[in-house]
């Protein structure tokens, strides 16, 4: 089986890079990528790939029935946003939409499962079961795309797992990487207002300084992370935005600050919440001051169920090499994959992407990558499919 699968990533090698490129040169933003539904359902339509679409509007999925259709059902899924970013690389296939760019990848995940489509559909009679592949939007933009597909019902018929796959510029192209059990952190959004009295810098005695208060509040905040949380949970808390509109000798009557807080523990998640909401209102009350705190919650943390990974990692060893196939430490980044393992036992694994001229970093403006991944992502894919339906 293994030939076969390599012989037809071989085979549909061009075609998919040709994909790849048409998606990274057309990108679309969250929610936005009506565009890129439509290529893809065209595409599908064009191989006679029975799909439904319009999930959460541009969602896609389409299914790839083997023998006994009924006896399994495995889901693969890739994400089509984009990221708001100017793309600064000089190459044919350069973002045309400006300020928008495929920054972190979703053109490989999504190119690379319709690839992996085109494979499985060769393979018909060569396997039992059913595999579900879901093109789904808005992964980088809250609630997520995967949470909003979920409550539409795309899990209601459970299957057995769920797999998917990320660029890893840090992994040369060729090689993979898997991480069993806990992976990916949670992730909350934290938007602050300190409210004050601005005026004269020259005259403080006349003011309730919001600009202080922030200072204090970002400063202090950092304890109850460095004070409260378990040592052996990793937590993140981290502001990357201030905003006061003020000059050398103006304060300003507001300071906005917008940070991101994330770890593996969701009982500390939510006492971490309450304990930064009240130290915050507690600085900038006894400052004189007001805050509004507000914490949009994001995506949960994301666990690889230690079956499937196993499984994955197995198939991979077998189909690249035990050699080109690491084991990953935890990421303090986030996924709304994550919504999936939470439901059902998934897998989510990285897809080396880069080479020894050229890493680029994801979410910059010159990410891209060494294209060779491309085949390994499919075939990869479609044979970690295909294990899992005998395996499980």
Known sequence: MISKVKLLADKYFNEILEIRRHLHKHPELSFKEFKTSDYIQKFLESKNIPFTSGHVKTGIIAKIKGLNPDKKKILLRADLDALPIHEENEISYKSVNKGV??????????????GAMLILNDLTNSFEGTVECVFQPGEELLPGGAKLMIEEGLLDSAPSCCLAQHV???????????????????TDEIHVKVKGKGGHAALPNKLIDPV????QLITNIQQIISRNNQPTDPSVLSFG???????????????????????FNEKWRKE??????????????????????IIKEGYPFLKNDSTITEIAKIAAQKFLGEENVVNLPL?????????????????????????KNNIQNLHTSTFNIDESALKTGMGLMSFIALEQLVKL
């Open 101 to 114: 760019m495929h920054a972190c990848g979703h053109d490989v995940h999504t190119s690379s499962l319709l």
């Open 241 to 263: 935005y201030i905003k006061a509109d003020g000059a050398t000798n103006v304060i300003p009557d507001e300071v906005h600050i917008k940070g991101t807080f994330r770890t």
């Open 212 to 215: 202080l208060m922030a200072a």
């Open 331 to 355: 990421r303090m980044t986030a996924e709304d994959f994550s919504y999936f393992s939470q439901v059902s036992p998934s897998c989510f694994y990285r897809l080396g992407t880069g080479n």
């Open 168 to 186: 890893f510029p840090d992994l040369e192209a060729g090689k993979v990487g898997f991480k069993s059990g806990m992976y990916m952190a949670s």
């Open 272 to 293: 971490a919440h309450a304990k930064m909401k009240k130290l915050a209102n507690s600085i900038c009350v006894g400052m004189g001051g007001e805050c509004e705190f």
